[in-house]
């Protein structure tokens, strides 16, 4: 009984910022690790980035290293993504995760068991 729901996302022009939010609900007590991911058009989904439970130790994609930055508020069940340097490449319906069972701030999608329904970010050249 966890959700979650992303928003932050819309279009903006290459080299601009966002910043994504997800908003936890329901039994959030549960809630460990938490992650990014995004998903292109006929692409795989992929790791963005992620967070651990003190929300003192991320983790990221290289393409988005030195770019995005993840954060969490613990007392607030929320969790964020700042997004610097947008590039077109960007682009991607970007998914917040939670990890209920494991600590690590794993980059596989198999390791996340609650997920939100995407917010859409489009970047134009």
């Known amino acids: 009984q966890v959700r979650l729901v992303e928003s932050g996302g819309g279009l903006m022009q290459a080299g601009g910022s966002l910043r994504l939010s997800c908003a936890a609900s329901?039994?959030?007590?549960?809630?460990?690790?938490m992650a990014w991911f995004r998903q292109s058009q006929g692409s795989e989904r992929q790791f963005v980035a992620a967070?651990?439970?003190?929300?003192?130790?991320?983790r990221y994609a290289e393409s988005v290293k030195d770019r995005f930055i993840m954060s969490r508020d613990i007392a607030k069940n929320m969790a964020f993504l700042r997004m610097n340097g947008l590039k077109p490449e960007d682009t991607a319906v970007y998914f917040c995760?939670?990890?209920?069972?494991?600590?690590?701030?794993?980059?596989?999608?198999?390791?996340?068991?609650?997920w939100g329904q995407g917010t859409q970010v489009t970047v134009s050249p």
């Open positions: 995760a939670a990890r209920r069972h494991g600590a690590g701030v794993a980059a596989s999608l198999p390791s996340y068991d609650v």
């Open positions: 329901g039994r959030t007590w549960g809630i460990g690790v």
């Open positions: 967070i651990d439970a003190s929300g003192k130790n991320a």
